[in-house]
């Protein structure tokens, strides 16, 4: 992972490209840093326990929120920041864990597949084609090699949960678990892993700094 962008906080720095800004902004964030950076079209915003990137044209494009723990981004996926963002967090093994109450947007959350499997973040219609392109609807058996990570109401425990089936009704997806069925748009972002065929070895090692706050492994 990079150094966090040391930044003179008496002035503005315009002359930040748009991505050079927002690294810097996951950077600080990812080290609990509130650095404040800005040019011509995106600027940070420290606000309470919280950073902010905005945008005049945009708002708000994304909120730090660097005193929670775990540490965790809020992400508005309508951006035209959002693709640039969702990679370097990624990068950083930080993926859209849940969706937030704000319409449209995703909380990112340090995430590892569990052992043996490699993560994909891909849209519901996506895991939908993985799905039927492996014969799923069409063999018996349950798929035992693909794991979803449920989101489920509050206070119900987020976990993996083997995928048991997708099917399709009135232009919308529901996966099945054991016990319940969750319906949600084929854009909808999802988490999932499958298990790795070539080899034993996890999804990789996770670029972040294993002493940081958001880097605590989650249930398996």
């Known amino acids: 992972m990079t150094s966090p962008i040391e930044v003179d906080t008496a002035r503005p720095q315009g002359g930040l490209s748009d991505e050079l800004l927002i690294q810097g902004f996951v950077d600080n964030f990812l080290q609990g840093h509130t650095a404040l950076l800005s040019n011509q079209n995106l600027r940070t915003e420290p606000l309470f326990d919280t ?25 508005r996926h309508s951006s035209s920041y959002w693709e640039f963002l969702h990679e370097y967090l990624t990068a950083q093994s930080f ?5 937030a109450p704000q319409e449209g947007c995703y909380i990112y959350r340090f995430c590892e597949a569990p052992e043996g499997y490699k993560l994909h973040c891909t849209t519901a219609k996506d895991l939908w084609r993985a799905c039927w392109g492996r014969g799923f609807g069409v063999r018996s058996g349950i798929p035992l090699d693909l794991l979803v990570w449920r989101q489920g109401p509050a206070g119900t425990k987020e976990n993996w949960y083997s995928l048991r089936g997708m099917d ?12 319940w ?12 892993t499958r298990e790795e065929q070539e080899s034993g070895n996890s999804s990789g090692t996770s670029r972040l700094n294993p002493g940081l706050r958001g880097s605590a492994k989650f249930r398996q």
């Open 181 to 192: 069925t969750e319906t949600i748009n084929g854009t909808d972002l999802v988490l999932w």
């Open 95 to 99: 993926y859209p864990m849940l969706k």
């Open 51 to 75: 950073v902010q990137l905005l945008s005049p044209k945009e708002g708000i494009v994304a909120t730090a929120k660097v005193k929670d723990a775990p540490i965790k981004m809020i992400i």
């Open 168 to 179: 399709c009704e009135n232009a919308q997806l529901m996966i099945k678990m054991l016990g």
